[in-house]
């Protein structure tokens, strides 16, 4: 077991109450592992206490990196939340912490 931290790093970003999470790895390699442990069904899961949506993942393989786009992610939207992270940002570190075989 590998925690995606030690192979990718994470970016956040958001739309209302929709949350993007890229995770891009350090290198080039570990792409194919990311394509093949990382889905979209895994990453519901493993944020299963926040992600109330769909999940869907996006690859981008000219600059080896996926997206996944989680719906109903950020409460009543960025705009209106009273959470101390309304942007989510933290949920890229929180994706980091998801181990893979």
Same mark, same amino acid.
């Given at each position: 077991?590998?925690?995606?931290?030690?192979?990718?790093?994470?970016?956040?970003?958001? +739309?209302?109450?929709?949350?993007?999470?890229? /995770? %891009?790895?350090? *290198?080039?390699?570990? &792409?194919?592992?990311?394509?093949?442990?990382?889905?979209?069904? +895994?990453?519901?899961?493993?944020?299963?206490? /926040? %992600?109330?949506? *769909?999940?869907?993942? &996006?690859?981008?393989?000219?600059?080896?990196?996926?997206?996944?786009?989680?719906?109903?992610?950020?409460?009543?939207?960025?705009?209106?939340?009273?959470?101390?992270?309304?942007?989510?940002?933290?949920?890229?570190?929180?994706?980091?912490?998801?181990?893979?075989?």
């Amino acid at each position: 077991m590998i925690k995606l931290s030690k192979i990718a790093h994470s970016r956040a970003g958001d +739309k209302g109450n929709i949350l993007m999470l890229s /995770l %891009i790895p350090f *290198e080039e390699k570990h &792409y194919g592992l990311l394509l093949e442990k990382v889905t979209a069904e +895994k990453v519901k899961e493993h944020l299963s206490h /926040l %992600i109330k949506g *769909e999940v869907i993942r &996006y690859e981008i393989p000219g600059i080896h990196a996926l997206q996944f786009t989680c719906y109903q992610a950020l409460g009543p939207g960025v705009t209106t939340s009273l959470a101390l992270d309304a942007h989510g940002k933290s949920l890229s570190y929180a994706l980091l912490e998801m181990e893979i075989e």
